[in-house]
């Protein structure tokens, strides 16, 4: 069996446990994963934050984006401009957010662009991921593209009933030097 094809069978495999997770199990995972990205030294020394809009499979990530913007930070989200690519979108509260491509919350195309160079610390989604920091995404290459260019800090965030013991990995992914899970931070 190919990677591609093992991926695939795992994202199969993980649409159902994420299927069978309990409302309650979500609800105290997404506040335990917040707080512990909010205790992380990046996000506290961070000017400049990426974290992407969870939709309603993924972490919450909401509760994380407004309290940045209460401690004063600056807040960036993905943009979809196309297949496969995104940018960074300065926002200043959840409001400017619009239904976007594949119905992900999105800012406008008029908002301001931050570079990668500009980011300090990004909060990033998976379907899966291994403690060492392997990535399961959705197979749409976005996020492997954009941080093709990150000298940034950067977390993936997963819920610790969906870790997986080892991630197939190809040559273009880009494993993530931390994990936050609801259970604390793991690192290389």
Not at 54 to 67: H, M
């Given at each position: 069996?190919?990677?591609?094809?093992?991926?695939?069978?795992?994202?199969?495999?993980?649409?159902?446990?994420?299927?069978?997770?309990?409302?309650?199990?979500?609800?105290?995972?997404?506040k335990s994963i917040v707080q512990n990205i909010l205790g992380y030294?990046?996000?506290?020394?961070?000017?400049?934050?990426?974290?992407?809009?969870?939709?309603?499979?993924?972490?919450?990530?909401?509760?994380?984006?407004?309290?940045?913007?209460?401690?004063?930070?600056?807040?960036?989200?993905?943009?979809?401009?196309?297949?496969?690519?995104?940018?960074?979108?300065?926002i200043h509260s959840l409001a400017e957010l619009h239904s976007g491509?594949?119905?992900?919350?999105?800012?406008?195309?008029?908002?301001?662009?931050?570079?990668p160079a500009e980011i300090d610390f990004a909060v990033l989604p998976?379907?899966?991921?291994?403690?060492?920091?392997?990535?399961?995404?959705?197979?749409?290459?976005?996020?492997?593209?954009?941080?093709?260019?990150?000298?940034?800090?950067?977390?993936?965030?997963?819920?610790?009933?969906?870790?997986?013991?080892?991630?197939?990995?190809?040559?273009?992914?880009?494993?993530?030097?931390?994990?936050?899970?609801?259970?604390?931070?793991?690192?290389?």
């Amino acid at each position: 069996m190919s990677v591609l094809e093992e991926k695939k069978k795992l994202r199969a495999e993980l649409k159902q446990r994420i299927a069978a997770l309990t409302p309650d199990y979500i609800e105290e995972s997404n506040k335990s994963i917040v707080q512990n990205i909010l205790g992380y030294p990046c996000y506290t020394n961070a000017k400049t934050i990426f974290c992407f809009v969870g939709t309603s499979n993924e972490i919450n990530t909401s509760a994380l984006i407004e309290q940045a913007l209460a401690d004063g930070k600056r807040v960036a989200v993905p943009l979809c401009i196309g297949k496969g690519i995104m940018e960074a979108r300065e926002i200043h509260s959840l409001a400017e957010l619009h239904s976007g491509m594949m119905g992900i919350l999105e800012p406008t195309a008029q908002s301001v662009l931050v570079t990668p160079a500009e980011i300090d610390f990004a909060v990033l989604p998976c379907v899966s991921c291994d403690r060492r920091g392997n990535r399961l995404g959705y197979g749409g290459g976005y996020y492997d593209r954009f941080l093709e260019k990150a000298t940034f800090c950067s977390v993936l965030i997963c819920r610790e009933q969906l870790l997986c013991g080892q991630i197939p990995t190809e040559p273009h992914d880009i494993a993530i030097p931390a994990v936050i899970t609801e259970a604390g931070c793991f690192s290389d």
